[in-house]
């Protein structure tokens, strides 16, 4: 029993950091966060901070992985279409909080040249292909898509159009967005653009 007792008070104060963390880059942005900020925010000592994390950049890093990790429900509405459509608008959901805005900025701007903040995107997107598969194996066990439709390749191109309007375009990012993003990948599976062929020659 002693044992659990460290790691419950471990796990709050990782939650309190995590939050403040979240909430200084909200308000503060990334260039402007601090360790005294988050310390404060979260009512712990910057020391406690420190024994936990060995700087800014990698409590910055922890925070945004923990963060982009949060599960994005799968949904399972019986269709393809269905599915695709309500895992898009999720995805532009996840974007358009505040919360959202300040990981992307710190993701894609300032924090960008961290190789760890590179890693933690990576691991992140591939945790969610991996997480969304099973709408696809859905699918082409219902019969609605083909047989051997690579589930990576199909919500890389659900994704595609997002990114591109929240990174490049400056697109507005709404369920109009959402919807057509679905229905464009699906018509490319459909068409069987996104067979294992597509993965065989992305991979040699």
């Known amino acids: 029993m002693e044992s659990d007792r460290p790691v419950g008070r471990g796990a709050k ?8 963390t ?5 308000d503060k942005g990334y260039a402007a966060l601090t360790v005294d900020g ?6 712990v000592h910057k020391t406690t901070v420190y024994r936990r994390w060995k700087d ?13 990790a949060m599960d994005i429900p799968v949904p399972d509405t019986g269709t393809a279409e269905g599915d695709l459509g309500a895992l898009a608008r999720s995805l532009v959901q996840s974007f358009t909080t505040p919360a959202g805005q300040a990981i992307l900025a710190a993701m894609f701007t300032g ?8 890693e933690a995107r990576r691991h992140v997107f591939h945790d969610r292909l991996r997480r969304a598969e099973p709408v696809v194996t859905r699918a082409v066990a219902r019969g609605e ?20 309007s ?3 375009t400056a697109d507005p990012l ?31």
């Open 166 to 168: 929240l990174l490049i």
């Open 111 to 118: 924090a960008a040249h961290l190789p760890e903040i590179a």
């Open 145 to 164: 898509l083909p047989a051997g439709t690579d589930p990576a390749g199909l919500l890389k191109t659900l994704a595609a159009p997002i990114y591109l």
């Open 22 to 26: 979240l909430a200084e880059l909200v």
């Open 13 to 20: 104060v990782r939650a309190a950091v995590h939050a403040a």
């Open 56 to 68: 800014r950049e990698s409590l910055i890093v922890d925070t945004v992985a923990e963060h982009m």
């Open 38 to 43: 988050v310390a404060q925010r979260a009512g």
């Open 174 to 204: 709404d369920d109009a967005l959402a919807d057509r993003a679905a229905r464009i990948a699906l018509a490319a599976a459909r068409a069987g653009a996104l067979g294992p062929a597509v993965r065989e020659d992305r991979e040699g």
